[in-house]
C-alpha cells in the first residue's frame, strides 16, 4: 500500500512538502508519480520519477515549482512544493506504475493541500 501525508493549509507563496511511504511495494521498481484531482478539473499528473534512472516529469502547471524525490533505502517518495498558488489546492495521491494515469496500478490514500490566504 501507499500512504501519502504532509498535505495542510498554506498560504500562496507558501511551501509544503508530501511524503509517500510505501508498505508491500519497493518502489525503486516502479515509474512513481504524484496525482491531484480537484473538483471541476480533471486528475493531472503533476510529477513523474522513473524507475530505472530516476529522471523527473513535471507537468507544465507545476514546472520549476514542484521537486519529486525519492529515497529508495527508507522506500519513500517526496514532493516538495513551493511558491504554492490557489490553483495547487487538490487532494494529491501517490501512485506506482505507468506514468499514463489509467494505467497506474497502485494509489494511495490522498492528503489534502489547501492554499489561501
Do not use: H
Amino acid at each position: 500500500q501507499l500512504q501519502a501525508s504532509g498535505g495542510g493549509l498554506a498560504q500562496p507563496g507558501g511551501s509544503l512538502r508530501l511524503s509517500c511511504a510505501a508498505s508491500g511495494l519497493t518502489l525503486s521498481r516502479y515509474f512513481m508519480s504524484w496525482v491531484r484531482l480537484a473538483p471541476g478539473r480533471p486528475p493531472e499528473s503533476v510529477s513523474t520519477i522513473y524507475s530505472k534512472n530516476s529522471n523527473t516529469v513535471y507537468a507544465d502547471s507545476v514546472k520549476g515549482r514542484f521537486t519529486i524525490s525519492r529515497d529508495n533505502a527508507k522506500n519513500m517518495m517526496y514532493l516538495e512544493m513551493n511558491s504554492l498558488k490557489s490553483d495547487d489546492t487538490a487532494v494529491y495521491y501517490c501512485t506506482a506504475g505507468p506514468p499514463d494515469i489509467a494505467a497506474m496500478n497502485y494509489w494511495g490514500q490522498g492528503t489534502q493541500v489547501t492554499v489561501s490566504s
